[in-house]
């Protein structure tokens, strides 16, 4: 199954974003919606202090322990890539006490349509062999008119 973090959220709520989230559950991605406004961010009000990033991790972790996920691949822009390898290890450790065997692909900067296409990321092995796949972002796309958002996320996943 195929999964984004809903976008059109907290302080980043606008008209384009609800397209975005529009586009995806469109194209069969379920959306998935964390309390972000409980997320504590550094100064620029885009990326998690650290204590930020392990409350995110955690409504993550519940999220997909919910949806009974046990395996997943994981592509995001700074939402998770911003601490670099560090965050990395840190979901990956956290998932694995649960039993859920993580991988992450985090490019800061990248997105649907941004310079650094999650298309461009996707390991053709995952969507094979049907593995849970959550894509994180598309903030960064906002820049973009609704076409060519519309083009990029419809080809997502061909």
């Given at each position: 199954?195929?999964?984004?973090?809903?976008?059109?959220?907290?302080?980043?709520?606008?008209?384009?974003?609800?397209?975005?989230?529009?586009?995806?559950?469109?194209?069969?991605?379920?959306?998935?919606?964390?309390?972000?406004?409980?997320?504590?961010?550094?100064?620029?009000?885009?990326?998690?202090?650290?204590?930020?990033?392990?409350?995110?991790?955690?409504?993550?972790?519940?999220?997909?322990?919910?949806?009974?996920?046990?395996?997943?691949?994981?592509?995001?822009?700074?939402?998770?890539?911003?601490?670099?390898?560090?965050?990395?290890?840190?979901?990956?450790?956290?998932?694995?006490?649960?039993?859920?065997?993580?991988?992450?692909?985090?490019i800061n900067?990248?997105?649907?349509?941004?310079?650094?296409?999650f298309?461009?990321?996707i390991f053709k092995?995952?969507?094979?062999?049907?593995?849970?796949?959550?894509?994180?972002?598309?903030?960064?796309?906002i820049?973009?008119?609704?076409?060519?958002?519309?083009?990029?996320?419809?080809?997502?996943?061909?």
């Amino acid at each position: 199954m195929n999964f984004a973090l809903k976008t059109n959220v907290g302080i980043w709520k606008c008209n384009k974003l609800k397209f975005i989230d529009k586009q995806l559950i469109k194209n069969n991605l379920i959306l998935i919606n964390l309390p972000w406004t409980k997320l504590n961010l550094i100064k620029d009000n885009l990326h998690f202090k650290w204590i930020g990033f392990k409350k995110f991790s955690m409504y993550l972790l519940r999220k997909i322990k919910k949806l009974n996920i046990k395996n997943l691949f994981i592509y995001s822009d700074s939402t998770i890539g911003f601490f670099n390898k560090k965050s990395n290890k840190y979901l990956i450790n956290l998932f694995a006490k649960e039993k859920i065997i993580l991988k992450i692909n985090a490019i800061n900067g990248s997105g649907f349509v941004n310079d650094i296409k999650f298309k461009d990321r996707i390991f053709k092995y995952n969507l094979r062999n049907k593995i849970n796949n959550l894509f994180i972002g598309g903030w960064n796309d906002i820049n973009y008119t609704k076409k060519i958002i519309q083009h990029e996320i419809n080809n997502l996943l061909n």
